[in-house]
């Protein structure tokens, strides 16, 4: 249960712990800090009698409004400070689609080179571009609408990040997936535009892991490209 006052001393212990962590201080403010990693250990405790990812994801989006006021601090301190709490919420916030929230820490964690707990045995860009793009892949594979926007930021604030091409390719087989929808509901140009922007990505996810499973759908899409082609060059002739 959440209150304006607990919000209130959350947000300023995290902005004066993670001040007190870059000062090779980390005691100083632990109090708040405590709190929260108590409070995301008895969370996990909760998550890991879930077995049904779809509850998982539930109770994840129903736990983390606890951790707001403790993020908002994070970021108004602005000081790189290491924290497992605000590197799990990135995490649980892309697992629950919430894209716009987990783009924000994301971006922080990446300008401030911040790692991952232990538990994830991945990079930070690495986790991030692998978990936007497989939260992408699903909801386009269950016909939802997909933030094709996030995911080019997602793709921007990797870009010079290493990580496996394997990865990297599948950030960019979501991107291609997720032009290739959008080609399906446009008509005229847009839907040229759409499909050409998915060949190009597919192309480059192909480069990057030949084995990503994108072949047919590159086969498709210039099959589809070339068809509107003829189809409007027959069309023109038609009104020569």
Known sequence: MTSPARNHFLRVTAATAAKAAQASNPLRYATGQELMLAQLAEHKRQLK????VERKAEL??????????????????????????????????IDVGNFADALALAAYAIRHKLEMPDQ???????????EFANMALKGIEAGDPVDLTTLREVAELVAAEDMPDEVRAKLHKAMGYACAALAEVATGPEAVSRRMDALTYLRRALELHDKCGVKKDIERLERDIKNTAKADAKEGDGRS
Do not use: H, N
């Open 120 to 130: 994830y045995q991945r990079t930070t860009a690495c986790l991030i571009a692998e």
């Open 49 to 52: 009698q879930v077995q049904s």
């Open 60 to 93: 994840k989006r129903k736990l983390l409004p606890e951790y707001a006021a403790w993020v908002r601090g994070v970021l108004e301190a602005d000081t790189g400070a290491q924290d497992e709490v605000f590197m799990t919420v990135m995490v649980w916030l």
